[in-house]
């Protein structure tokens, strides 16, 4: 009989959640609803000095806002925890001392300076670097001299001779020879553990039945099989692992800092929604099929399968990325947009946030919708809106003040002042017949001048419909003052 699916989130936080974490954590969400499982989310913050506090709230807040929702861990609770590593040191402790009570590890007391010298010789006599056994059958004798020489002592688990299969969900059936999978070290002198035993132990005492995680982590898959075996798992019990695909850089390079892997905390404030971060990026390496794009958080649950995820790396594309984002700004509602968009201008001080300045972005968001791909491009757009004085943008000056901007501009005003219904359709209307039909100019030289004299720059929302918002009043005064320059 199966057992119910239980999938685990376990980031070290050392700073904001990039790309990588956050496509592994979508996996695991998708995976555990889509099978009505446990998603559990745990922190390994076994390394003190470089996961802080304020990094362990930052990946809660990040989750939480992209709307991965967790059953167990932080927060949440639940029958398993504490849910913080720090918190589980005893814990790790009683297992390696029950590792060494069972001669499935034992101490180890090489120097680092004894170890890099084996690794310098294996790698001269081009073997494979890796620990050389030399404490696996200390005598009394020698382990009393390590004490006398105040040695500190590693606990090292004995990897057995031969081999380590496994059955990957993604890759299929995978192989390790121990010869390459040397004795690993399991704790530090110090007692505190290191991944592959925290990991492993975790994994088993909360009962997580699938590990779905990255790539680069499948060679430690068959130490942490190792730990289940000393732990008393039979194979059967193990947990199913799936390695996910490596993200790869436009430069065909893992995706990294290096070349341009940044944190979701920069996307969020660069103004992409939650659901078009989890679209894009449940696109790196699954498909729903039918080559769909745009795909949403319920139909994700109802679709995704481990299965069905690639084994080849996926490139990341920020303009796939942007094409996603704008298309669901676009599907939004102006009530939801305005709730999205609000925050932004408030933040760079386009508005207060009075009840009649949202209620003008709200009659200007329709005229914008279909123009951005990210909402940090709304200040900018609509800041025209509620200057007292226009500045005109530096590169345009020169365009304003050219002697046919000054005759396009003395014939709108000349033009606009006498309608009493101003509205998108009237201003359109006048300026067409009088700059097109009767100057005989092209549009982009027309309205170019207008433009700039009215928003403050040679791009903008729709012209008509800006200087509707904008009113008579101060249109007609902002292009007076454009003729005065």
């Known amino acids: ?221 068959p130490r942490q099989i190792r730990v289940y075996q000393a732990m008393g798992l039979k194979e059967q019990e193990y947990p199913v692992f799936a390695h996910l695909p490596f993200v790869m850089g436009a430069d065909n390079a893992k995706l990294s800092k290096r070349n341009g892997e940044v944190s979701i905390a920069w996307y969020r404030d660069k103004g992409f929604l939650p659901e078009a971060i989890c679209n894009y990026l449940a696109l790196l390496g699954w498909s729903p099929g039918d080559d769909r794009e745009n795909v949403t958080m319920k139909e994700l649950c109802e679709l995704f399968t481990v299965e069905k995820v690639n084994s080849s790396p996926a490139r990341f594309d920020m303009k796939k990325l942007e094409a996603i984002n704008g298309d669901k700004i676009r599907a939004l509602t102006i009530e939801d947009f305005l709730s999205w968009v609000l925050p932004f201008l408030i933040k760079a001080g386009v508005i207060s946030g009075t009840p009649d300045e949202i209620e003008l972005v709200k009659r200007a968001l329709p005229i914008i919708q279909e123009r951005i791909i990210m909402f940090s491009e709304v200040p900018a757009m609509l800041k025209f809106l509620f200057v007292q004085e226009l500045t005109i943008e530096s590169e345009s000056l020169p365009k304003i003040k050219d002697a046919d901007a000054k005759v396009i501009l003395r014939r709108s005003l000349k033009e606009l002042e006498p309608i009493s219904e101003w509205t998108h359709t009237t201003i359109e209307a006048v300026l067409r017949t009088s700059l097109i039909d009767e100057m005989g100019l092209k549009p982009r030289v027309a309205f170019g001048a207008v433009r700039i004299a009215t928003t403050g720059g040679a791009v903008s929302p729709p012209l008509f419909e800006s200087m509707e918002l904008l009113g008579k009043e101060a249109s007609l005064a902002r292009i007076s003052a454009a003729l005065a320059l």
């Open 1 to 221: 009989m199966s057992r119910p699916v239980k999938v685990r989130f376990a980031p070290s936080p050392t700073g904001d959640l990039h790309v990588g974490n956050i496509r592994t954590a979508l996996f695991d969400w998708a995976y555990a609803r889509h099978t009505g499982g446990t998603f559990l989310f745990r922190i390994e913050d076994t390394d003190t000095t470089r996961v802080t506090d304020e990094y362990i709230k930052a990946a809660i807040d990040t989750l939480k806002w992209l709307g991965l929702d967790w059953d167990e861990g932080p927060e949440v609770g639940g029958d398993n925890g504490p849910y913080l590593q720090s918190q589980r040191f005893d814990i790790y402790t009683h297992w390696a001392h029950t590792f060494i009570e069972q001669k499935d590890a034992y101490y180890c007391y090489c120097t680092p300076q004894e170890l890099e010298a084996v690794r310098e010789a294996q790698r001269a006599a081009n073997q494979a670097p890796g620990y050389n056994g030399h404490c696996r059958e200390l005598s009394a004798e020698q382990i009393a001299e390590y004490k006398r020489q105040e040695r500190g002592a590693v606990v090292r688990m004995r990897m057995p001779e031969g081999t380590t299969t496994f059955v990957d969900l993604i890759r299929g059936e995978m192989q390790f020879d121990h010869k390459f999978v040397p004795d690993f070290v399991l704790a530090r002198a110090d007692g505190s553990p290191l991944y592959t035993l925290a990991v492993a132990v975790d994994d088993v005492l909360m009962k997580v039945t699938h590990i779905l995680r990255g790539e680069d982590l499948l060679s430690s898959t």
